[in-house]
């Protein structure tokens, strides 16, 4: 049993900063230009599902952590095997989050400090965060996530004044191949990354909550999306937008007469941190678990200081990192955030149905 | 270099102070310094401007390999 | 014991802290200070006859404009000019940006640019290439108001030295905001070029200056473009045509020639639709659906105002208001066969199974396709005043 406990409401906050993300700069299912928001749709009904799965599994295996169900369903060596894949998947995550958070800094806000630096500095504060413990995160994500889509908020309306209402005309243009490749690239970032919530599920204090909360979570990120992608289509059009490397960043430079584009930072500095802080904690609770050391917060340092080197390792520059994220990402991420945790929910309703009570140590 | 070197020392030296104070088991250290050794180790070959093939490269490459991507 | 070693350890911990905290007061990484740096106020870019890149910046001078404005009308040669203007040749935009450090002293600091004025001869040679500098610099203000020069080089514009500002940038970006009361310049900001530049469905229209004086300007007119490069001008009146169709009038005198004299009509609201009519899927007409809604302004001849004549008034509006918008598309597809309007746009989001052919020859089609244009012209107030000034002899 977990002893640190969060209430539904933080849940569900930290769900919705951590699908925000990197999502609030990026722009999501973009290569779909025009018809972006069907893709949207499509990704976000499935994302919906796909997390929905999270949810049963975690269910089926009540007060459980990834780990442990991977080693009880799969077996001891396949379970750690995979576990330890897992680990990787999550600290890889966590460096691809900072290494968006820096090239974003370095593009628009910093342009003369070197990358190394901001990430650095938002990694070291971040770890400290994760050390406070997961009770902390979420207060952490109480008090800051409502932000994220305030300032979305202020910015669409303050743009409103811009505007081409028909500018995502015409639908369906170049038939329906890059809608669907769109889509899919929406559910595995940043649906299916979600999957490092099963490391903190078991932390929920109701689990009947669990449910709704994961529901409603995926469903207003899902909106919000969808909001900022006609603000921002009605705003730049659909060449501009496909055309600019930080779209809402772009956007909320047309602003008349103030310049609130601080306000995107603040965006990327709460969701990516809450993403990153969930990714290292779920990599750190794993891999404390595998080996068997008490206490996780002895490895988020090392942990931490890999993920920084591996930002800067992964890529040369930021068109790699983009390319690599639209093309390799999906199918890298595909095992990780679909395979394994079908497979894992079907295992569990087979174990389910034999013992009920099947419970191990551990 | 000489900052890379620095700031993993600072790292470790801090880190460590806490492992031996409170006499952790092996395992910890083990695990601790497999982190920092990559770390360290990717850190100096990219300080010194020679970037290392990086994990993202080797998936592009395994994931061509299995044929999922063209 | 413990207690006490706890509390010396806190201690240190926080001196250690507030150490650190001084570290943040010194900003960002590159951080300048405002004295370091020279406020861009206005730029112009221009292509010289080698081929090259001139740049032209107008800076301010924050402690001559203090200067100038309280000291104003004590005479007094001494004074410093509140700007000063300095040009630069490059192979691109960013290394005349670059190049200029070796005639000034301090860093340019773009952010505060407020026009862009592009020279003729770069014009003619294509925008496209500098725009991309623009767009891409992570300084540039978009909406910054772009004009085209006619008949100067863009050094020579911002080189005015008005007396209705203290620096010129901002009496031209000034003129320009007019336009939405007077309507016979294009407003376009670096945002709307960016837009529209790899478009086919709208090719590019900017703003034009000109100098009409020693130290006057000018805006007025509009410069077309087609592909990036320009092509032709069209006068105030094609322009306020322009802008009636593609709805971005606000408000404008028009007059309208009365029995005795002339009608000054002040256009209070103005709404324009553009379309391209499909008959068996192929473009049959442009249409330009325009309802603008007026005052009489002013009276300059003699008769009276009645309800019958108002009709005739509203009617006579109407035709003049078409006169307009048919002088400009005429222009637009005769002359330059460059889609401004953005009919293509239309074609583009309304039918775009054709748009995937007529693409690459839209110009062509654009230019051959008849008008339909109607407007539709109210009269609401007619002032204070029943009949004319002059008495009927």
Same mark, same amino acid.
């Given at each position: 049993m977990e002893k640190e406990k969060i209430s539904g409401i933080q849940l569900f906050l930290l769900l919705l900063g951590f699908l925000f993300g990197s999502t609030v ?19 976000g009904?499935t994302g919906v599902l796909l997390m929905q799965v999270y949810v049963a599994i975690s269910l089926l295996n009540p007060s459980k952590a990834l780990v442990d169900i991977l080693r009880e369903k799969m077996g001891k060596?396949a379970g750690n095997i995979i576990a330890i894949l897992y680990i990787w998947y999550f600290i890889h995550l966590a460096s691809l989050v900072l290494?968006d958070f ?20 938002f990694a070291f504060i971040l770890v400290y965060a994760v050390n406070s413990g997961i009770e902390v995160l979420g207060r952490l994500g109480e008090l800051l996530v409502p932000i994220i889509p305030l ?35 929406f559910v595995t970032f940043p649906f299916g990354e979600t999957i490092a919530f099963l490391m903190l599920f078991p932390h929920l204090n109701k689990k009947d909550k669990l449910k709704n909360v994961v529901f409603l979570s995926a469903v207003t990120s899902t909106i919000v999306v ?40 603040i965006n990327l500095l709460i969701g990516g941190g809450i993403k990153i802080s969930v990714c290292i904690y779920a990599a750190a609770r794993a891999l404390s678990q595998i080996t068997g050391i008490d206490d996780y917060r002895k490895l988020t340092g090392a942990i931490a200081t890999f993920c920084v080197?591996l930002s ?21 991420s595909f095992p990780f955030q679909i395979a394994i945790p079908l497979l894992l929910l079907l295992l569990s309703l087979i174990k389910k149905?034999?013992s009920p009570n099947a419970g191990t140590k551990k | ?14 880190d460590?102070?806490e492992f031996?104070?409170k006499?952790e088991p092996?395992r910890v250290?083990?695990i601790y310094?497999?982190f ?35 | ?207 034009? /200056?000109?100098? =009409?004086?020693? #130290? ?5 007119? $509009?410069?077309?473009? !087609?592909?990036?490069?320009? +092509? &032709? ?40 639709? /553009?379309?391209? =009519?499909?008959? #068996? ?5 442009? $249409?330009?659906?325009? !309802?603008?809604?007026?005052? +009489? &302004? ?57 748009? !995937? ?37």
């Amino acid at each position: 049993m977990e002893k640190e406990k969060i209430s539904g409401i933080q849940l569900f906050l930290l769900l919705l900063g951590f699908l925000f993300g990197s999502t609030v700069i990026l722009g999501p299912a973009m290569g779909a230009k025009n018809d972006a928001w069907l893709a949207i749709i499509l990704g976000g009904a499935t994302g919906v599902l796909l997390m929905q799965v999270y949810v049963a599994i975690s269910l089926l295996n009540p007060s459980k952590a990834l780990v442990d169900i991977l080693r009880e369903k799969m077996g001891k060596v396949a379970g750690n095997i995979i576990a330890i894949l897992y680990i990787w998947y999550f600290i890889h995550l966590a460096s691809l989050v900072l290494r968006d958070f820096g090239e974003f800094i370095c593009t628009v806000t910093f342009p003369e400090t070197p990358m190394v630096v901001v990430i650095a500095i938002f990694a070291f504060i971040l770890v400290y965060a994760v050390n406070s413990g997961i009770e902390v995160l979420g207060r952490l994500g109480e008090l800051l996530v409502p932000i994220i889509p305030l300032v979305t908020l202020i910015i669409s309306l303050s743009i409103i004044t811009v505007r081409d209402f028909t500018a995502f005309l015409p639908v369906l243009e170049n038939g329906m191949s890059p809608v669907l490749k769109a889509a899919f690239n929406f559910v595995t970032f940043p649906f299916g990354e979600t999957i490092a919530f099963l490391m903190l599920f078991p932390h929920l204090n109701k689990k009947d909550k669990l449910k709704n909360v994961v529901f409603l979570s995926a469903v207003t990120s899902t909106i919000v999306v969808i909001i900022v992608f006609f603000r921002d289509i009605i705003v730049l059009g659909s060449d501009l937008m496909s055309r600019s490397t930080f779209t809402p960043h772009l956007s909320s430079l047309l602003i008349p007469g103030l310049n609130i584009e601080p306000l995107i930072d603040i965006n990327l500095l709460i969701g990516g941190g809450i993403k990153i802080s969930v990714c290292i904690y779920a990599a750190a609770r794993a891999l404390s678990q595998i080996t068997g050391i008490d206490d996780y917060r002895k490895l988020t340092g090392a942990i931490a200081t890999f993920c920084v080197v591996l930002s800067i390792w992964g890529f040369g520059n930021v068109l790699e990192l983009f390319i690599w994220s639209e093309k390799v990402w999906p199918y890298y991420s595909f095992p990780f955030q679909i395979a394994i945790p079908l497979l894992l929910l079907l295992l569990s309703l087979i174990k389910k149905g034999k013992s009920p009570n099947a419970g191990t140590k551990k | 270099m000489a900052i890379v070197l620095a700031v993993f020392a600072v790292l470790i030296f801090y880190d460590l102070k806490e492992f031996i104070r409170k006499k952790e088991p092996a395992r910890v250290f083990v695990i601790y310094f497999l982190f920092m050794a990559a770390s360290l180790a990717v850190s100096l070959l990219l300080a010194a401007g020679r970037r290392p093939s990086s994990p993202a490269q080797w998936i592009e490459a395994l994931l061509k390999m299995i044929g999922v991507m063209q | 014991m413990m207690h006490r070693k706890g509390k010396k350890r806190t201690g240190i911990k926080l001196t250690a802290f507030l150490l650190v905290l001084p570290l943040l007061l010194t900003g960002c990484w590159n951080n300048r200070d405002l004295n370091e740096i020279n406020i861009v106020a206005g730029m112009g870019v221009e292509r010289t006859e080698g081929g090259k890149i001139l740049l032209t910046v107008q800076v301010v001078e924050p402690a001559a404009i203090q200067s100038t404005s309280s000291g104003k009308g004590k005479g007094g040669s001494s004074q410093p000019k509140p700007v000063f203007v300095e040009s630069c040749e490059g192979e691109t935009v960013f290394e005349a940006v670059r190049g200029m450090l070796s005639v000034i002293d301090k860093k340019l600091f773009l952010s505060t640019a407020q026009i862009l004025i592009i020279g003729e001869n770069l014009s003619r040679d294509g925008i496209g290439e500098i725009l991309d500098f623009f767009q891409r610099d992570h300084e540039i203000d978009y909406s910054m108001e772009v004009l085209v020069a006619n008949g100067a080089t863009p050094r020579e514009i911002l080189e005015v030295e008005t007396d209705m500002d203290a620096i010129p940038a901002v009496y031209i970006k000034g003129t320009v905001e007019n336009t939405i009361s007077r309507g016979t310049v294009k407003k376009t900001m670096l945002i709307d070029l960016i837009k529209d530049m790899g478009s086919r469905g709208r090719q590019l229209a900017i703003g034009q /200056i000109s100098k =009409t004086g020693e #130290n006057e300007i000018r805006t007025e007119g $509009t410069a077309v473009f !087609k592909n990036g490069k320009l +092509v &032709g001008w069209l006068g105030p009146y094609e322009t306020r045509g322009y802008l009636f169709a593609t709805n971005k009038v606000k408000s404008a005198i028009v007059n309208v020639p009365a029995d005795k004299g002339k009608i000054a009509m002040e256009i209070m609201r103005s709404k324009g639709k /553009i379309n391209v =009519t499909f008959k #068996n899927g192929k473009p049959a007409a442009l $249409t330009v659906k325009v !309802k603008v809604y007026a005052n +009489v &302004g002013g009276y300059e001849g003699r008769g009276k105002l009645d309800p019958d004549h108002l009709i005739k008034l509203e009617q006579s509006l109407a035709e003049e208001v078409k006169k307009e918008i048919l002088m400009a598309l005429e222009k637009s597809q005769k002359q330059y066969s460059s889609d401004i309007f953005g009919f293509g746009t239309n074609v583009h989001k309304y039918h775009p199974m054709y748009w !995937k052919n007529a693409e690459k020859n839209w110009d062509v089609i654009f230019s051959m396709l008849p008008a339909d244009v109607r407007v539709d012209a109210r009269i609401m107030r007619t002032g204070i005043s029943k009949s004319p000034v002059k008495k009927d002899e």
